[in-house]
Nanobody, 125 residues
């Protein structure tokens, strides 16, 4: 499984970005697809994820109402729309997936088996 994240950039507070994560090597249907981020000097933290069947979306409290997940199954791509960006959103954003992730573990980085290379989001005030 290979994941390719893209779409990061340097923006001003209040701006919008859309991150993409293209999966190859297998279909991403029926697998949890998640986004995490890691700011300099901090641990990797959960941002958002689709449930295994894609029917549910989970978000970290810090991004609820501002970030939105979507997906294009035909392109094996998951998107993360980042609206109303804040300086504290500055981080390297990773997409990830795993073989057997139960719902209660969706927010745990250790549950994921495959990671993309990350795409950098920098938000200035």
């Amino acid at each position: 499984v290979q994941l390719q994240a893209s779409g990061g950039g340097s923006v001003q507070a209040g701006d919008t970005l859309r991150l993409s994560c293209a999966a190859s090597g297998r279909t991403f249907r029926n697998y949890v697809m998640g986004w995490f981020r890691q700011a300099p000097g901090k641990e990797r933290e959960f941002v958002a994820a689709f449930s295994r069947d894609g029917g549910n979306r989970y978000y970290a409290d810090s991004v609820k109402g501002r970030f939105t997940l979507s997906r294009d199954n035909a392109k094996s791509t998951v998107y993360l729309q980042l609206n109303n960006l804040k300086p504290e959103d500055t981080a390297l954003y990773f997409c990830a997936t795993g073989n057997r992730i139960i719902t209660s573990a969706i927010g745990s980085a250790s549950a994921y088996d495959y990671w993309g290379q990350g795409t950098l989001v920098t938000v200035s005030s």
